[in-house]
């Protein structure tokens, strides 16, 4: 029995000397990533061994979940900067504090979203953004100073001429504009730079097929929120009605949400579904509810009523099934885009037409391309009763 304990104690110890002040959870973990890692190896040893006791298990757990293909090629100092300014932040706002050790670890501690190009963006943002939460007391209050402030902060506006869709916050901030999934990885990066958990959100395509979207998550209270890079209140947005269609069960479908630690699924990247060391969570059902609560509030309340939408080949031709034509459509309220669907086709039910929720007493504008790719603003009124509208190509 002596021997035996003996034997466990002394293996006790060779475990903390192999990685002291980490973790064992790690130990393993660390052994098969440092081996993973070949000549880049020194390293990543050298950002653990240097790491200070508040920081050892943040090196380890980076190190121990990071891809492939950054255990081969990320630098010892740029590790160890990222971890000290992440844990700067957190030490230095009472609300970043509160984040649990896990949330922290994997929401806001990493130096990545997706499969962006790497990029140094903490210690810029953090002096960037530290200002404009200085002063705030809660979470909430971080999580609207950052949102409300990024786009004059950066100055980069949505725009299909941008590079490439999957930009880091550097390729943004030069060309001064990105993708729904640019935008999403500045915000994140923001949100992560001052000690607000965040990730990415986002479904490879939409129910009807429009295509993809990605946007940004918050973890407040302990639960997450949505919200995006042009801000409006939390898990409140233009494309909540198409995320109220998404089906959980379907891989293009669903709605995921981003993830360091390996979960078993990854996040379905449109511009390379080849990609598949960015994990994920399916969060589908939390939009569905969320969904469902907004749109039987909206009908209990009174104040809005349903506005279907068709679109037909030409104005001649507005009558039959056959002429129907399936079609993107927006609708905007003054600026604000409040929703977006695809219309009918053809083959589908005749009572399958695109609807929207939309507030009486309001002036909404449909936006769509014509037959000749030309933008088309059809102006609706909306004033007590539900409103049903006939377009053309």
Not at 65 to 75: G, S, V
Not at 76 to 101: H, I, M, Q, T
Not at 256 to 283: C, H, M, Q, R
């Amino acid at each position: 029995m002596r021997s035996t304990f003996i034997l466990l104690l002394c293996c006790m110890c060779f475990a903390c000397a192999k990685y002291p002040g980490v973790p064992e959870k790690y130990h393993a973990l660390l052994d098969k990533a440092l081996e993973t890692s070949g000549t880049n190896q020194p390293e990543l040893a050298k950002a653990l061994e240097s790491a200070t006791p508040e920081m050892k298990e943040g090196v380890a757990f980076l190190i121990s979940y990071m891809p492939e293909r950054d255990l081969k090629t990320m630098k010892g100092d740029d590790l160890l900067s990222n971890v000290k300014l992440a844990y700067e932040a957190r030490n230095r706002f009472a609300w970043a504090k509160s984040v649990p050790d896990s949330i922290f670890l994997n929401d806001v501690l990493p130096y990545a979203s997706l499969n962006e190009e790497r990029d140094q963006w903490r210690a810029d943002f953090y002096k960037r953004f530290a200002p404009y939460v200085e002063n705030c007391k809660t979470l909430e209050e971080a999580i609207k100073a950052v949102n409300k402030n990024i786009r004059d902060e950066v100055k980069v506006d949505y725009n299909t001429a941008r590079e490439k869709p999957d930009q880091n916050p550097s390729e943004s901030i030069r060309q001064g504009m990105a993708s729904c999934s640019g935008l999403s990885i500045l915000l994140t990066d923001a949100l992560r730079s001052v000690g607000i958990p965040s990730r990415i959100a986002g479904t490879a395509n939409w129910h009807d097929n429009r295509g993809n979207h990605n946007w940004c998550e918050v973890w407040l209270d302990g639960k997450w929120y949505f919200t995006e890079y042009y801000p409006n209140e939390l898990d409140r947005s233009w494309f909540l009605a198409d995320a109220g269609k998404a089906d959980p069960k379907d891989r293009m479908h669903a709605i995921w949400a981003s993830s360091f630690k390996p979960t078993g699924e990854s996040f379905p990247l449109v511009w390379d579904f080849n990609i598949k060391y960015v994990p994920a969570i399916n969060v589908t059902q939390r939009y569905l509810d969320i969904y469902q609560e907004v749109y039987q509030s909206q009908l209990a309340g009174g104040n809005y009523v349903p506005l279907k939408v068709m679109m037909f080949k030409d104005k001649r031709n507005m009558r039959k099934s056959d002429d129907r034509v399936a079609a993107n459509v927006d609708i905007f309220c003054g600026k604000d885009q409040i929703g977006g669907g695809r219309t009918a086709g053809p083959t589908q039910d005749m009572n399958d037409v695109l609807e929207f929720m939309v507030e009486k007493n309001k002036v909404y504008t449909l936006n769509y391309f014509d037959k000749d790719g030309k933008w088309v603003g059809e102006e609706v009124k909306v004033k007590e009763k539900p409103v049903e509208v006939k377009l053309h190509l």
